[in-house]
């Protein structure tokens, strides 16, 4: 790509480089006009000859802008200077260079064409005239075509490294689009982590502290100490978990740091019993069926286990204590996938739950649930019973047992 080309009103100012090439070319035949050996028959240039040779030399300015028309122009103001009998090698310089941007500026096509036409037509003209010209006609056209083929060469060079250039390009834009989509992965995952655990965690808190203080605060002459202690041993529990689960989810962002990865285990099928226990501590009721050895990938386990995770943490937020639970884990041997389904018949006793339905709204609980069946490939279903009270999440993760692969 040359410099820009300037426009004033409907003309094309040429930049300066082009500018400089034509008057470069033209103390060149201008040399050529006054130094070299005339040729039999003809005479140095005489006013109307170097008029007609410095507007030869000057449309090589818009060589790259008007490639075909400097090439025709230069072909046109060439025919009377020759006619005149002006030294005829005067304008060689001005017309390899109008042959050399024809090509280079391509087609192809084009390029044969107009070459092969001016060659038969000079070959025509010079045959007609004078047959002892032949030697001269093979000359002159060997370097046309040498010439062209230059310039062809040169125009596919350049191809060539634009092209390699736009691929670099693209190549990087590549790699950075998809660094920047793991990025947002990543933060995406470690967010749903984040909501699931703490979320889990502090609903399990709050719960179980409800309970110590209605403890205290019931009958304060006829104090369960035992009930009380376990209530924060409770608590003191899931703190614990929570601050492990935490270490390893914030593990991830600093794996880069210290040149190792400490990400640790995934949370799988192995947990769930530690979710069912947690979930009693604060007053749930869990009936925990997994099916026998199901051993499924580290991936499909974590989704499953982050399910029924969020699953057990909505029932005992908005059913309260009391609330019986559900959780079914089994393998679909013709699906080919994990079923995960977690149900529970809402408030203890047929009470009003803690949110209204009505004024219940779908925020990123059930659409991380959602993102987690989706990122293994798997759907997931979550709503209000419609045969009985309470609220029912079921997933389907495909996935091949592990001991069949």
């Known amino acids: 790509m040359g410099p820009p080309l300037s426009v004033q009103g409907r003309f094309v100012v040429p930049p300066g480089r082009d500018l400089a090439l034509a008057a470069a070319v033209t103390a060149m035949s201008a040399g050529l006009a006054l130094l070299a050996e005339v040729e039999v028959g003809a005479h140095r240039p005489d006013l109307p000859g170097w008029v007609l040779l410095v507007a030869t030399c000057t449309a090589l300015a818009w060589r790259r802008p008007a490639p075909m028309a400097t090439f025709a122009a230069v072909i046109v103001l060439q025919l009377p200077y020759h006619a005149l009998q002006n030294a005829h090698h005067a304008p060689v310089p001005a017309t390899v260079v109008a042959v050399y941007s024809l090509a280079f500026a391509g087609p192809r096509l084009r390029t044969a064409l107009v070459v092969g036409g001016l060659l038969g037509g000079l070959m025509g003209v010079l045959t007609t005239v004078d047959m002892s010209r032949v030697m001269d006609i093979l000359r002159i056209s060997g370097w046309v075509i040498a010439v062209a083929l230059f310039g062809e060469a040169a125009r596919v060079h350049r191809n060539y490294l634009s092209a390699i250039v736009e691929r670099a390009e693209r190549a990087e834009r590549t790699r950075e689009e998809t660094a920047a989509r793991r990025v947002a992965e990543e933060r995406l995952r470690i967010a749903r982590d984040l909501h699931d655990l703490l979320a889990h965690s502090i609903t399990l808190i709050g719960v179980q502290t409800s309970v110590a203080a209605h403890l205290v605060v019931s009958d304060p002459d006829r104090l369960d100490r035992e009930a009380v202690a376990e209530a924060l041993d409770g608590i003191a529990g899931t703190c614990r978990d929570a601050r492990a689960e935490l270490r390893t989810t914030l593990q991830v962002l600093r794996a880069g740091e ?93 009470g009003q739950p803690l949110v209204p339905a009505g004024a219940r709204r779908e925020g990123y609980g059930i659409a991380g649930m959602r993102e987690r069946a989706r990122s293994v490939g798997g759907l997931l279903d979550a709503g209000h019973r419609t045969a009985a009270s309470g609220f029912a999440v079921a997933a389907v993760l495909p996935c091949a047992r592990e001991a069949d692969t």
């Open 258 to 350: 210290g040149g190792k990865d400490g990400t640790g285990p995934l949370p799988g099928l192995a947990g769930l019993d530690g979710l069912a226990d947690a979930a009693q501590s604060g007053g749930a009721r869990v009936e925990l069926a997994v099916g026998a050895e199901l051993e499924v990938p580290q991936a499909v386990g974590a989704a499953a286990y982050r399910i029924v995770q969020q699953s057990l943490t909505n029932a005992v937020q908005h059913a309260g204590p009391g609330v019986r639970v559900l959780v079914e884990v089994g393998y679909d041997e013709d699906a080919k996938a994990l079923s995960v389904r977690v149900t529970d018949d809402g408030p203890a006793g047929g």
